[in-house]
Structure formats: C-alpha cells, structure tokens
C-alpha cells in the first residue's frame, strides 16, 4: 500500500517530501500554480514505489505507510488518492 500525507500537512506544505521522491510523485510542488491553493500535499498512490524516502524529512511527520496510517487519519487514503483521480 502507497504512503499516505496525513493532517499535519494542512497548514505546513513543506516539500521537504518533493525533494526527496526519487519518482516524483509528490505534488503540488512549490514551482505548481497550484501550490498556493492546495490545502496540503499529496502522494500519487499508483507511482509511489514505497521506498520512504519522504517520511524522515517531514518536519511534521505527516507521512505514512499506508499499513501504519493511525485510525484517526485513515481517511487520508482517500483524500491522496481522489487528488489524483485514482
Ligand atoms: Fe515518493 Fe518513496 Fe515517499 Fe512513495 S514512499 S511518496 S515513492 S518518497
């Protein structure tokens, strides 16, 4: 299961994360128009090759594998997955 951005990214949007995807699939990036507006980033669930390379960069681990999402966040699945129509 992909690694999911969970709450503590609303708000924060580092992209510490973007930096550190080797695939790229982080979005939106701060060079995105779409930055500005998003409320938080997302991971595409169908290019994330697991790898977790993001998680220890997040200053304020949003970052998730899939498995380990806390049940107060499971929702975010969903939430990652719908931005990309996935
Ligand atoms: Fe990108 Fe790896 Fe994080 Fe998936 S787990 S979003 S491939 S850095």
Redesign the pocket.
Known sequence: M??VIAEPCIGTKDTA?VD???????HPSKRESEYETAQQLY??PV?????????PVCPVSA?F?GDDLPDKWKQYAEINAKHYGR
């Open positions: 992909a690694y994360c550190a995807c080797p695939v790229d699939c982080i991971i595409d290019e994330c090759i697991d790898c977790g390379a993001c998680v970052i594998a």
